[in-house]
């Protein structure tokens, strides 16, 4: 009898729905998820992941989350969408602009991808310009403009410069690569005047998790400010990762623009993009810059959101996350020298990359420069140990609230295994 996976190859493209699902960066075939649980995921043959996956960043309380769940059940008894105004659209709208520094205004969209593309009409719309400056490696969606040296999955399939972009419309953004601050000052003294904005990950994340090094913030706020374009902070993975309020608060930023989604949604498809409210006054029904959505604001994935949000507004929340995460991070580090390996890691709040590499990479090219190989061969025994890393180099980890003390040492111990054999 043919398998799920040999019966997806004939209808989804590659037999998935996002590309990095489908293994191509590690090899092999992916295994058929039936449920989740906390800290697992479980396959259709029964076998059982601790999973540092996440989704890619929304289950910061794990799968299944009683809380969660109770809101979105209770919700969908309601409706499931009503293409009209609710109460949980304004206390989402609330909860995000007291959290998030710079957000006066915002709009829900459904996904990242539509809340970056958004972002930047805003952006072109208010300055009148049209280039775009994006940093090499960072990902923020698949927007046509943003397919430009992409990272995350159009990076792990070789496709940063993905075909069916318009050459027009790809040579009107710009790049350089992340942490550089003198091409940054290259590129804005030569065209600074031309720019409608800058979109930076305030952490990257879809090279691996990279850190901005310091004074890369500050000198992208300055410049911006300096020629009179837009800083947009795509915070789709950082926004209530890396701390409540997400990196902009983390790091005391002052973003115009700002895009969440992952955790705001909790696991149900959500994006948000928002601003001075000068900038977001310009959006239809107020402005002439145009952007809608049939299921935008969606009841349940409002009810979602706002009930992880509310359970990870919490005193010790992200200082247990990060602790957990480090730990995580520096022991796998640790154990792997200890076994004559090179690997380093990044890690910020509850995201974490470990590299196969002497020092913690800074930029896309570094990253690239790991030792890859070793990466896949590290998946395959990690996961033939059960547990699910991200199957690809230029993805991060995702360790959540259910994430135990236990679950933590099993990792550890696995990995002790595993790079036995690397
Ligand atoms: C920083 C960043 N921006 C944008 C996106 C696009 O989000 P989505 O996959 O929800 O479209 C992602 C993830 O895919 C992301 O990590
Ligand atoms: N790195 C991506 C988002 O953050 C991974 C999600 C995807 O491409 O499926």
Redesign the pocket.
């Known amino acids: 009898m043919e398998s799920y996976w040999q019966r997806a190859q004939n209808v989804l493209p590659g037999g998935v729905n996002s590309p990095v699902r489908s293994f191509k960066g590690v090899g092999g075939e992916p295994f058929f998820v039936k449920r989740g649980q906390g800290p697992y995921l479980f396959d259709d043959q029964g076998r059982q992941y601790i999973d540092f996956v996440m989704s ?1 960043g929304p289950l910061i309380l794990g799968h299944a989350h009683p809380k969660v769940v109770a809101a979105v059940s209770e919700q969908a008894t309601q409706g499931l969408s009503y293409g009209a105004p609710t109460d949980l659209e304004v206390e989402m709208a609330e909860t995000l602009v007291q959290a998030v520094p710079g957000l006066e205004m915002v709009r829900m969209v459904n ?3 539509e809340a ?1 593309m958004a972002a930047i009409r805003v952006a072109r719309g208010v300055t009148g310009r049209d280039r775009i400056l994006k940093f090499a490696g960072s ?3 698949h927007g046509d403009s943003l397919l430009v040296k992409a990272g ?1 999955g159009a990076a792990t399939m070789g496709v940063p410069d993905s075909l069916g972009v318009p050459k027009a419309l790809a040579e009107l953004t710009l790049t350089v690569p992340y942490n550089d601050v003198d091409a940054l000052r290259t590129v804005f003294n030569a065209v600074g005047d031309q720019i409608a904005a800058v979109i930076m ?1 305030p952490v990257a ?2 090279m691996g998790t990279v850190l901005p090094q310091p004074g890369f913030l500050d000198t992208v706020r300055q410049l911006t400010r300096q020629y009179g374009a837009l800083w947009i902070v ?1 915070e ?2 950082t926004g209530f990762r890396v701390a409540w309020g997400g990196a902009s608060r983390l790091f005391g930023l002052e973003p115009d623009l700002v ?1 969440l ?1 992952k955790v705001i949604g909790a696991g149900m498809p959500v ?1 948000a993009y928002g601003g001075k409210k000068s900038y977001m006054q310009e959006v239809a029904p107020l402005g002439p810059v145009y952007q809608a959505g049939t299921l935008s604001g969606n009841p349940v994935a409002m009810a979602a959101g706002l009930a992880q949000l509310h359970e990870i507004h919490q005193p010790d929340f992200y200082s247990q996350l990060e602790q957990k995460t480090r730990t995580l991070a520096e022991e796998l580090v640790a154990r792997g020298r200890a076994h004559g390996i090179a690997v380093s890691a990044n890690t910020i709040g509850g995201m974490f990359t470990l590299f196969f590499s002497d020092m913690p990479p800074r930029n896309f090219d570094e990253v690239s420069h790991s030792d890859h190989a070793r990466y896949r061969k590290f998946f395959h025994g990690m996961l033939e140990q059960g547990v699910f890393f991200p199957p690809s180099p230029f993805e991060t980890a995702f360790p959540s609230w259910a994430h135990t003390e236990a679950t933590i040492q099993a990792t550890l111990e696995a990995a002790d295994r595993v790079f036995q054999q690397l």
Do not use: F, L
């Open positions: 890619y996904s990242g991808t970056t990902y923020h969606g995350s990950e994340g879809n795509d789709v993975m895009c989604a994006g």
